[in-house]
């Protein structure tokens, strides 16, 4: 049985964080919408409420049962969360003189097991505009800052299950010791074993494969990528070559991807068959040049050949998909429906001319776990290693219509930029990088020569999760011994002349990385 803490999302744009927080510490945990009903079981250990954007004073404001909660299990309020928490025992809750946001230093009051190891005037980060101005009865105080009265408090101790409350928020990187409390939380106060590891995921998951599927058999389209080579390789375990891979080349994968993807698959014991299927995806992509309209006929035209591959394998009753969990967050909101934000992923859902029954062997890891995992199965780390790619591939970076010239472009010169990043030490400290074919032209001197040439941006972003990114920040040294006269570093274009060494000129220009957000 795996152990469980269950996290009530009330929209804090922190809520992630939290979940990072326990599961660094070995402890599964899950997101849920605060509104959503809670199944209680014994692998359940504890709840933490998350922050919110909304006050608790608001005619609408969430809420929950916290009373209810707290007869099953220990929980800990964050924020929002805390605020709630006072307010519904008979607290009051007020609006502050000033929004609080920043770092404050903690004053311990009274030693509590939460604060075990933890110094006093650490470091903790703020933000809220509305304080708790009075505890309710049979409540007491833990800590305070300089600005707020009540930074921490507990209900007492009684028969039932602990009730904590933080004002601020542990889960940030600017709360010096905050992933302390939230490990004394889980250990000390709900019990938790620490047992949730790559290891021990590979042998639940494997075993939940086998009861799932039984003695049939799955299909499943592979893109390459991490998640669809390791969900593939765990479905792969459980039920050996009764899993039928499909992996299609559209046109505008990376430059000799399709073949060098193939080989690794069969190198690991994968049964899958490529298909190319470029000249197609070229048709059908032909004058389009809006980013969801190319998302749309790519997913379209897959789709189309995965139900023709799919007819010929009648045996084949499930669907294997890499679903992680930062697509089920992205698809679910805490108000209700929520945006569509990746169209072109299929999250949950398959054509109902499919039949199939849907198989998710990763559907609650995040990136980083999902490469932990892919190690622990003996996948290479070079497959493991590989930056994140776009569904839709090189489509959506080429800006505009879409052209096998244009794929072929961009391919040589994001090879370039790859292994650039690979020879100076840079790759695996960049989360994901990306060249981007601009719809532009630049009008330049090369040697003698006026040119009027194509221009590509060279992007990257570190990130841990996949839900949240920052840019590239690439050495001052590698830009300056390999600064090319004449032109500008801190733009975030390239030059690219295919008649005047294209490659040397990529290879001196690929040390400036432009920010930007995952694509």
């Excluded at 009730?163 to 409390?181: A, C, D, N, T």
């Excluded at 890499?322 to 992205?330: A, K, L, M, S």
């Amino acid at each position: 049985m795996i152990e469980k803490i269950l996290i009530l999302d009330f929209g804090s744009q922190y809520t992630q964080l939290i979940a990072r927080a326990v599961r660094e510490a070995n402890v599964y945990c899950e997101i849920t919408p605060f509104h959503h009903a809670i199944q209680f079981d014994p692998s359940l250990k504890g709840v933490i409420l998350s922050g919110s954007p909304a006050s608790v004073n608001e005619e609408e404001a969430p809420n929950v049962d916290i009373k209810a909660i707290l007869e099953k299990v220990p929980v800990l309020t964050v924020c929002y969360g805390a605020q709630l928490s006072a307010k519904n025992f008979g607290g009051k809750v007020e609006k502050s003189n000033k929004r609080e946001y920043g770092r404050a230093q903690l004053r311990v009051k009274k030693q509590d097991i939460l604060f075990k190891d933890i110094e006093d005037n650490s470091q903790v980060w703020m933000s809220h505009s509305d304080s708790i101005t009075q505890l309710p009865e049979n409540f007491e105080l833990l800590a305070d800052t300089d600005s707020i009265p009540v930074a921490a408090f507990r209900k007492k101790q009684d028969d039932g299950n602990s009730l904590h409350g933080l004002q601020f928020h542990p889960e940030v990187y600017h709360s010096s010791q905050g992933k302390v409390m939230i490990k004394n939380f889980l250990v000390d106060i709900c019990g938790c074993h620490q047992n949730w590891t790559p290891a021990s995921f590979v042998t639940e998951t494997v075993q939940k494969l086998k009861e799932q599927i039984g003695e049939g058999h799955v299909i499943m389209a592979l893109s390459g990528g991490v998640d669809s080579t390791v969900a593939a390789t765990l479905i792969h375990k459980a039920i050996g070559d009764r899993l039928h891979g499909i992996f299609v080349d559209n046109g505008v994968l990376r430059k000799d991807e399709f073949q060098q993807v193939l080989d690794t698959y069969h190198a690991i014991g994968l049964n899958v068959r490529g298909i190319d299927a470029k000249q197609m995806f070229y048709d059908g992509l032909a004058g389009k040049s809006e980013p969801e309209e190319k998302r749309k006929v790519i997913g379209k035209l897959f789709i189309d050949i995965f139900q023709v591959e799919a007819s010929k394998m009648l045996e084949a009753k499930f669907l294997g998909q890499g679903t992680i969990y930062p697509d089920v967050i992205e698809s679910v909101s805490v108000h209700g429906p929520s945006q569509t934000i990746k169209s072109h992923h299929n999250v949950g859902g398959l054509p109902e001319s499919l039949h199939l029954t849907l198989v998710e062997p990763l559907r609650s890891l995040f990136k980083d776990e999902v490469r932990r995992v892919g190690l622990e199965l003996g996948i290479p780390s070079a497959m493991i290693a590989r930056h994140p790619f776009p569904g839709p591939g090189l489509a959506i970076r080429i800006l505009g219509e879409v052209t096998a010239e244009k794929v072929d472009l961009l391919q040589r010169a994001d090879a370039i930029y790859m292994n650039g990043l690979k020879e100076f030490g840079l790759y695996d400290k960049v989360w994901q990088a990306g060249t981007i074919l601009l719809p532009v032209k630049s009008v330049g001197v090369m040697g003698d020569e006026r040119t009027y040439e194509v221009v590509i941006a060279l992007r990257a972003v570190t990130s841990l999760d996949g839900m949240t990114a920052n840019w590239s920040r690439i050495p001052y040294d590698i830009l300056e011994s390999h600064y090319i006269g004449g032109f500008n570093m801190q733009v975030d274009v390239l030059f690219i002349n295919k008649k005047h060494n294209f490659n040397n000129i990529v290879n001196k220009l690929l040390a400036y990385v432009a920010p930007v957000a995952l694509i």
